[in-house]
T-cell receptor, first 110, second 112 residues
Framework: DARVTQTPRHKVTEMGQEVTMRCQPI?????VFWYRQTMMQGLELLAY????????DSGMPKDRFSAEMPDATLATLKIQPSEPRDSAVYFC????????FGPGTRLTVL | QKEVEQDPGPLSVPEGAIVSLNCTYS??????FMWYRQYSRKGPELLMY????GNKEDGRFTAQVDKSSKYISLFIRDSQPSDSATYLC????????????FGSGTRLLVRP
C-alpha cells in the first residue's frame, strides 16, 4: 500500500529553536510538494520539487524556511529560527496531476 | 476576486440525506478538477478526479463539472456519519507545474 510518510507526526518546540520535518514520497513519484494548513489560511503551498530540484519556493518565508530533497526518497523542510506564527500542520504530498498527501506534522511553537 | 470560492459551512444534515458541496472558480485555464476529503487530524485524501464537463460517478459520490459556468459540485447520496469531514475542491491548470489550487474546504456533519 504505497503512501506518503511524514515524521515527526507532532512537534512542540520553543521559539527560536530549529525544526526539521521529513517526508518520504511515494516510490516513483518525482514531484513533491510542501503545504502548510491553518484555520485562517487554509492549505498554502510552500514549495515543490521535481526530480529533486526546487521549482518554486515562493510560498515560503525565505529568511527562516528552507526545503531540500537530498535524495529521491527524502524531502525535508526546516524552520530556523521557529516562531509562534509557524504553528500549523505541515503536509507533504507527491504525485503528478493528482497529489497524495501524507498524514502531516502538527507543529506547535511556544 | 478569489481564484476559488468555497462555502466553509459547517453543513449539517441527517443520515441518509443527499449532500451537495460546491465550488466556483474564475480561472479558465483550469483543466482538471478534484475533490479531497479530510478527516479531523488527517491528511487530505483524493476522492474524485475529472477532466471534463459533465458527471462522474463513483459509488455514492458524483462529481459534476460545468466549465461554462465555472462551477463544480460533489454530491453524496445516502450520506453516512462516516462522511463527516471537510471536503476541499482542487483545481489544476494542466501545465507542467502540476500545482493545485485548493478551496478553503466545507465542513460536513452527518447526524445519525
Amino acid at each position: 500500500d504505497a503512501r506518503v510518510t511524514q515524521t515527526p507526526r507532532h512537534k512542540v518546540t520553543e521559539m527560536g529553536q530549529e525544526v526539521t520535518m521529513r517526508c518520504q514520497p511515494i516510490l516513483g513519484h518525482n514531484t513533491v510538494f510542501w503545504y502548510r494548513q491553518t484555520m485562517m489560511q487554509g492549505l498554502e503551498l510552500l514549495a515543490y520539487f521535481r526530480n529533486r530540484a526546487p521549482l518554486d519556493d515562493s510560498g515560503m518565508p525565505k529568511d527562516r524556511f528552507s526545503a531540500e530533497m537530498p535524495d529521491a526518497t527524502l524531502a525535508t523542510l526546516k524552520i530556523q529560527p521557529s516562531e509562534p506564527r509557524d504553528s500549523a500542520v505541515y503536509f507533504c504530498a507527491s504525485g503528478l496531476g493528482t497529489q497524495y498527501f501524507g498524514p502531516g506534522t502538527r507543529l506547535t511553537v511556544l | 476576486q478569489k481564484e476559488v470560492e468555497q462555502d466553509p459551512g459547517p453543513l449539517s444534515v441527517p443520515e441518509g440525506a443527499i449532500v451537495s458541496l460546491n465550488c466556483t472558480y474564475s480561472n479558465s485555464a483550469f483543466q482538471y478538477f478534484m475533490w479531497y476529503r479530510q478527516y479531523s487530524r488527517k491528511g487530505p485524501e483524493l476522492l474524485m478526479y475529472t477532466y471534463s464537463s459533465g458527471n462522474k460517478e463513483d459509488g455514492r459520490f458524483t462529481a459534476q463539472v460545468d466549465k461554462s459556468s465555472k462551477y463544480i459540485s460533489l454530491f453524496i447520496r445516502d450520506s453516512q456519519p462516516s462522511d463527516s469531514a471537510t471536503y476541499l475542491c482542487a483545481f489544476g491548470r494542466g501545465d507542467s507545474s502540476y500545482k493545485l489550487i485548493f478551496g478553503s474546504g466545507t465542513r460536513l456533519l452527518v447526524r445519525p
